[in-house]
């Protein structure tokens, strides 16, 4: 029997000591070489696009000469006015890629030593910027759909003849919101939140490129999607698989969510859900990658992200 990929040496090619032993150089040239790939590590100004770039000498800065604009490192991306360290950044972001199921603010709080409110926003950053990566990719060819609900538990009284059905509309605290993934078949995957499958549906018909194949249960949310896509379905009262028929990668997906939720974060707010889908969309897609390609992806998409609207200054409001 063939070793797992995540047990072999070829996942691991990224060690967190070795982040940790970096000087404050040799953290600030790896920021330097993966935001400006293209150019070898040489500062290209985000305001006008200048190449001819001035570095000062007494500390880590630079000034553009056509539009004299001076500019850091981490100037107009996603980690712009940070007050943390450069190699702290990249640690955090090694320990959030090492996480297969993720990782919780306040683990990372307890493993960088800082406080709560700055890894909660430093995590939320890093999902940003995976998420703004993952919904470029348009969807295609073979792709299984699927929604699953999450939220908006009812606590059942504690004797028995208090206890209501709790699956009644009446029952409901009106937070129950449906996580909807759309997954290529060797490819990429989507995931968003909506009230119900059926509003997701309608996503899925906008997103999936015409001339794809869906592969759906039976739920009849997703019947309207027959009129524009080649539809095979799976009764999942009866088989889990027929054949090619399955929707085992959207479960596979909502496995690594639930798992997530429960054995991580415990507790996941209603407003950060899709963040949160998005995040577990980019890990299944990237489960067969090395740590240290991960660590180089995520990085990549925070230096090319600009400045977070939601996340700069959350804590101030």
């Given at each position: 029997?063939?070793?797992?990929?995540?047990?072999?040496?070829?996942?691991?090619?990224?060690?967190?000591?070795?982040?940790?032993r970096l000087s404050d150089d040799q953290a600030f040239d790896v920021f330097k070489s993966i935001r400006w790939a293209a150019t070898d590590g040489e500062p290209v100004c985000p305001k006008c696009g200048g190449?001819?770039?001035?570095?000062?000498?007494?500390?880590?800065?630079?000034?553009?000469?056509?539009?004299?604009?001076?500019?850091?490192?981490?100037?107009?991306?996603?980690?712009?006015?940070?007050?943390?360290?450069?190699?702290?950044?990249?640690?955090?972001?090694?320990?959030?890629?090492?996480?297969?199921?993720?990782?919780?603010?306040?683990?990372?709080?307890?493993?960088?030593?800082?406080?709560?409110?700055?890894?909660?926003?430093?995590?939320?950053?890093?999902?940003?910027?995976?998420?703004?990566?993952?919904?470029?990719?348009e969807l295609s060819g073979e792709v299984e759909v699927d929604g699953a609900y999450f939220g908006g538990y009812v606590k059942p009284a504690n004797r028995k003849e208090h206890r209501i059905d709790r699956r009644?509309?009446?029952?409901?605290?009106?937070?129950?919101?449906?996580?909807?993934?759309?997954?290529?078949?060797?490819?990429?995957?989507?995931?968003?939140?909506?009230?119900?499958?059926?509003?997701?549906?309608?996503?899925?018909?906008?997103?999936v490129q015409p001339g794809s194949t869906i592969y759906a249960d039976e739920a009849s949310a997703y019947d309207n999607l027959a009129a524009k896509f080649l539809t095979k379905r799976i009764n999942h009262s009866?088989?889990?698989?027929?054949?090619?028929?399955?929707?085992?990668?959207?479960?596979?997906?909502?496995?690594?969510?639930?798992?997530?939720?429960?054995?991580?974060?415990?507790?996941?707010?209603?407003?950060?859900?899709?963040?949160?889908?998005?995040?577990?969309?980019?890990?299944?897609?990237?489960?067969?990658?090395?740590?240290?390609?991960?660590?180089?992806?995520?990085?990549?998409?925070?230096?090319?992200?600009?400045?977070?609207?939601?996340?700069?200054?959350?804590?101030?409001?």
């Open positions: 029997m063939s070793q797992h990929f995540l047990l072999s040496t070829a996942a691991r090619s990224l060690s967190l000591a070795k982040v940790m190449y001819i770039v001035w570095e000062f000498k007494a500390r880590r800065l630079f000034k553009c000469k056509a539009c004299t604009a001076q500019l850091t490192v981490t100037s107009s991306t996603i980690f712009a006015s940070r007050k943390m360290d450069l190699r702290d950044i990249l640690a955090a972001i090694a320990i959030f890629v090492n996480g297969a199921k993720g990782h919780s603010a306040l683990q990372l709080s307890r493993d960088l030593d800082c406080q709560y409110k700055t890894a909660f926003v430093l995590s939320h950053k890093i999902r940003e910027a995976l998420a703004a990566e993952q919904a470029t990719s009644t509309a009446q029952a409901q605290t009106g937070k129950r919101q449906v996580v909807v993934v759309m997954r290529e078949r060797d490819g990429q995957s989507q995931a968003f939140v909506a009230k119900s499958e059926g509003a997701g549906a309608e996503v899925i018909a906008a997103t009866v088989e889990y698989a027929n054949g090619e028929i399955s929707t085992n990668m959207a479960e596979s997906f909502f496995s690594r969510l639930r798992r997530a939720e429960i054995g991580q974060h415990h507790h996941i707010a209603g407003k950060y859900l899709a963040a949160y889908a998005m995040e577990m969309a980019w890990r299944e897609d990237n489960r067969r990658v090395s740590n240290g390609e991960q660590f180089l992806l995520a990085t990549g998409a925070a230096l090319a992200h600009p400045v977070s609207r939601q996340w700069k200054g959350y804590w101030q409001r």
